[in-house]
């Protein structure tokens, strides 16, 4: 970590990191031919051990605390959805090790059975692209181990690579950020909401209708908009907040905080999902250089439903001060904040240029594409067409 320590501006502010550790984790929806949801955590363990890839069967979680808070105390216990609770009621099952059937990656990625889900978490990344693609290489590891699991139990097996299985449960993409704890959690929440509401205007994977006992909507931009209910909480299956507090850097706690972010959506297109992390990512380096433009939203979780469903009324959400701006609005204005730091400002605008731009689907565009799963890892993203590098 010692090569990552903050970097001070010319008047003592800390000043972006030239390199920024990141990471993301995607839980996937499976359905299995004639098994119910009782069996899942079972199935989900089992489908975990047909992985096909080269793997370690390790994970020391002796330091794992998903219990502390950023607010800086621990809780007891974290809040569980009552009908998640349900699952599995009166049944006998595996436990600790072999109920999570971890996988550690040779790319340092991390395959898991995270309750009834498959999980890939990525491994640290120090940009968006890298962490997009290793997205991608975990997508395509979890179909072939699908395509594994079902010629080994003759049973058909259906992923989803989505937010919500429309009976009332919502499952994470989660993404991570290393930031230096002297920024204070406070003043990065501040900053980051307004971000976190607005950027799924670029980066949401689109949801037909509504959940949660939420009014009725033919579509709207986030998948997990409904779910969100909190301005901030540790929790993270229960009264979902929009800025989790979990207090888990990972690394030296004296300097460190990861921003453990739970709003995105799982986006099928690349560009989509790398787009939604530079932002976060730009937000990040102007709160470092203390230049990053605020709006104090009025009700966080609000904010996020309005803009999700806001395609008829320009994407406005409200602001503590009783006035409205548009999401669209606020992200011009975040990346074209005036240059109080010029090097900062010229690489924040030449992200601009380059990722502000509406780009196609990529998945629907016919290509050669890797034979395994460590191939995509060396996808070029900068262009339209993904081309092989070298």
Known sequence: ?????????????????????????????????????????????????????????????EKES???????????????????????????FATGPAQRADRILSNGGRFYNDHVHPEYATPECFSAQECSLQSLAGEYLTWQTGEKYQAETDREVTIYKNNTDFHGSTYGTHESYLAPRSLGWENVMRHLLPVFVSRQILSGAGKVGSENKRDPINFQLSQRADFFEDL??????????????????????????????????????????????????????????????????SDAPLAFRQVSRGIDSGFVFGLADGTSISAIKVLKELLFVRRSSSNLMNKTIRLHQKFLI?????????????????????????????????
Not at 2 to 7: D, F, G, K, M, S
Not at 236 to 247: A, G
Not at 278 to 285: G, N, S, T
Request: net charge neutral; aromatic share 8%.
């Open 232 to 297: 901030a909480s540790v929790n993270t299956l229960w009264r979902r907040p929009v800025f989790n507090t979990r207090d888990e850097p990972h690394g030296d706690s004296g300097l460190w905080m990861r921003i453990h972010v739970i709003t995105p959506d799982a986006n099928r297109i690349a560009k989509a999902q790398m787009r939604g992390m530079w932002l976060v990512q730009i937000a990040l380096r102007l709160i470092e250089a203390e230049v990053c433009p605020l709006w104090a939203i």
């Open 1 to 61: 970590m010692n090569n990552l320590a903050p970097i001070r501006n010319s008047n003592g502010g800390l000043f972006a990191n030239q390199k920024r550790v990141c990471g993301q984790e995607i839980e996937y929806g499976l359905v299995i031919e004639g098994r119910s949801l009782q069996d899942l955590i079972d199935d989900t363990a089992d489908f975990i051990a047909a992985c096909p890839a080269n793997s370690l069967q390790i994970w020391d979680q």
């Open 358 to 390: 509406y780009s196609n689907d990529l998945m629907s565009e016919k290509r050669a594409l890797p034979k395994s799963w460590t191939g995509w890892l060396n996808i070029d993203l900068s262009s339209t067409i993904w081309k092989k590098k070298g």
């Open 66 to 92: 998903s219990r502390a808070d950023l607010r800086g105390f621990v809780v007891d216990q974290l809040e569980v959805d009552p009908e998640d609770q349900k699952l599995g009621y009166g049944k006998k």
